[in-house]
C-alpha cells in the first residue's frame, strides 16, 4: 500500500509538471505539426528529412541518445534511454510523417498552421494535418517523458524510441530498416500509440490491428476518348465495367464476394460478445460525429463487431472520364481507374488468393498484373478495451490479424 502512494504521489508531481508547462508543450506540438512531412509525395522528402532531425533533436534536449537513421526512403529515429533501475525495457513506436492534405480547398486555415479551435463536440481541439495521426501522440508520450526526467532525473524504466517516415506509404524500408537494426530495438514490450479509445473517459489498449491489402486497377477500352453521340452504345465505356464490376464485390446483405475472402475469420466466443454488449457502444454518436446516422456493412453484425471482429473491402478512390460545370461535352472515356483496399482478418500466403479472384471473370478484359511490395496476412489478436466497472475492475475486447500487402494491377480490354 505504502508502494502505490508513493507511485502516485511521485505521477502527482509528474502531471502537476505538465500541467504548469502546457504552454511549452503546446509551442513544441506547433512546430512538429508545421513542418510539412508528407511521405507519399517526393516533393516532400526534404520536409520529412527536417521532421526526422526535429524528432531526433527533441529526445537528445530530453537526455536520450538519439540518431536519424538513412533507409532507401525516409530516415528512422532511433533514441535510447539507459541507466534507470529496472530491468525491463519500453520499445514507443510512432511516425512521424502524415496524410497528405488534399483536397487543400475543404480546409478553412492552411493545414500545416497549426492552430487552436472550439469543436462543438469535443470542445478545444488542435486543427493541423498530422495531430491526431500520429504527431499528437508521439508527443505526448515525448512531453511525458520530459517532464518524469525535470522532476525526477531520469526515466523509470528504460526506453527506446523509434519514429517512423513512412508509416502513411505502407513502410517499405521498414523490413530494411528491422533486418539491419532489430537487434537494439528489443524490448519487453513495445507501445504504439496510434490508434484510438473508445470514448473519452473509457481507456483502451489496442493489441493488433486488421491487415491491408489494396490493389489500383485501370479498365482501357478506346484509343481515346469518344463523343457518346456517335459511339455511345457500340462503344464499350470503361467506366461502366468498372463501376459494374466494383458493385458486384459486395452482395445485397453487405458481404464481399470475393471467394476466399472470409477464410481463416474466426467469430468472438460468446463472452467476448457479451463484453463488448457491456461497453454500451454508441453507435449514433460514433456515426453522428461524421454526419451519418445509419449503420452499413454486413447485415447481422453490429458496429463493433464489424470493427473489432471482420475484415472489410472498401473502394478508396475512382476517377476518370470529365465532369466540368458546363455540360457540353459528352465523351466515352478511354479509361477508368479505382483504388481498391482490403482489410483483412485471416491468415494467408503474401498473394492472398481472394485478390487474384478480384480480377477473374471480368472478360472481355485481359489482365496485366504487376505488385508492388509484399506482405502477409498475420494470425493475431486485436483490442482490449477498458470498461470501467464497479471497484475499478476492467473488461476486455478482442482481435484479429496485422499486415501490410501492396499490389498494383492493371486491366486492359482489347476489344473496346
Avoid at 48 to 71: D, H, P
Avoid at 89 to 99: S, T
Avoid at 205 to 233: C, K, M, N, Q, W
Avoid at 281 to 301: R, Y
Wanted: overall charge neutral; glycine content about 10%; charged content about 20%.
Amino acid at each position: 500500500m505504502n508502494q502505490q502512494r508513493s507511485s502516485q504521489a511521485r505521477l502527482s508531481r509528474v502531471l502537476d509538471h505538465l500541467a504548469i508547462e502546457r504552454q511549452g508543450a503546446l509551442d513544441r506540438l506547433f512546430q512538429f505539426l508545421a513542418i510539412p512531412s508528407v511521405s507519399t509525395d517526393p516533393a516532400y522528402h526534404a520536409a520529412c528529412v527536417t521532421a526526422a532531425e526535429w524528432c531526433a533533436n527533441g529526445l537528445r534536449e530530453i537526455g536520450f541518445q538519439a540518431r536519424v537513421e538513412n533507409t532507401p526512403g525516409k530516415p528512422m529515429v532511433v533514441g535510447h534511454w539507459h541507466g534507470s533501475d529496472s530491468p525491463s525495457r519500453v520499445l514507443f513506436y510512432g511516425h512521424y510523417d502524415v496524410q497528405p492534405p488534399d483536397p487543400l480547398e475543404e480546409w478553412t486555415a492552411p493545414p500545416f498552421a497549426p492552430r487552436l479551435a472550439q469543436d462543438p463536440q469535443a470542445g478545444e481541439v488542435i486543427v493541423a494535418r498530422g495531430a491526431s495521426d500520429d504527431k499528437g501522440q508521439v508527443m505526448t508520450f515525448l512531453e511525458a517523458c520530459r517532464s518524469w526526467v525535470a522532476v525526477h532525473g531520469r526515466l523509470s524504466i528504460d526506453v527506446t524510441v523509434l519514429l517512423e517516415g513512412e508509416e502513411e506509404s505502407g513502410s517499405p524500408s521498414l523490413p530494411f530498416f528491422l533486418d539491419n537494426y532489430g537487434e537494439e530495438l528489443k524490448a519487453d514490450i513495445c507501445l504504439v500509440c496510434d490508434t484510438g479509445q473508445l470514448d473519452a473517459d473509457t481507456p483502451a489498449i489496442t493489441a493488433f490491428l486488421r491487415g491491408l491489402a489494396f490493389s489500383e486497377i485501370t479498365v482501357t477500352g478506346p484509343s481515346r476518348d469518344l463523343h457518346s453521340g456517335i459511339y455511345g452504345g457500340p462503344a464499350r465505356n470503361p467506366i461502366r465495367v468498372l463501376a459494374n464490376f466494383l458493385a458486384d464485390r459486395h452482395d445485397a446483405s453487405g458481404r464481399v464476394t470475393l471467394p476466399g475472402f472470409y477464410e481463416g475469420v474466426v467469430t468472438p466466443h460468446l463472452a467476448q460478445f457479451a463484453q463488448w454488449r457491456a461497453l454500451e457502444f454508441d453507435v449514433a454518436a460514433f456515426l453522428g460525429a461524421v454526419g451519418l446516422s445509419t449503420p452499413a456493412g454486413e447485415e447481422g453484425m453490429s458496429v463493433i463487431e464489424q470493427l473489432w471482429s471482420r475484415p472489410t473491402a472498401e473502394i478508396n478512390g475512382i476517377s476518370g472520364g470529365y465532369w466540368p460545370r458546363c455540360q457540353d461535352r459528352h465523351p466515352v472515356a478511354r479509361h477508368r481507374q479505382a483504388f481498391f483496399q482490403a482489410r483483412a482478418q485471416s491468415a494467408a500466403s503474401p498473394y492472398p488468393r481472394w485478390l487474384a479472384s478480384f480480377y477473374r471473370g471480368a472478360a472481355p478484359c485481359r489482365l496485366h498484373r504487376r505488385i508492388r511490395g509484399r506482405g502477409r496476412l498475420a494470425r493475431g489478436r486485436l483490442r482490449h478495451v477498458g470498461s470501467r466497472l464497479p471497484g475499478g475492475g476492467e473488461r476486455a475486447g478482442a482481435g484479429m490479424g496485422q499486415a501490410r500487402c501492396h499490389y498494383r494491377l492493371r486491366r486492359v480490354d482489347p476489344h473496346c
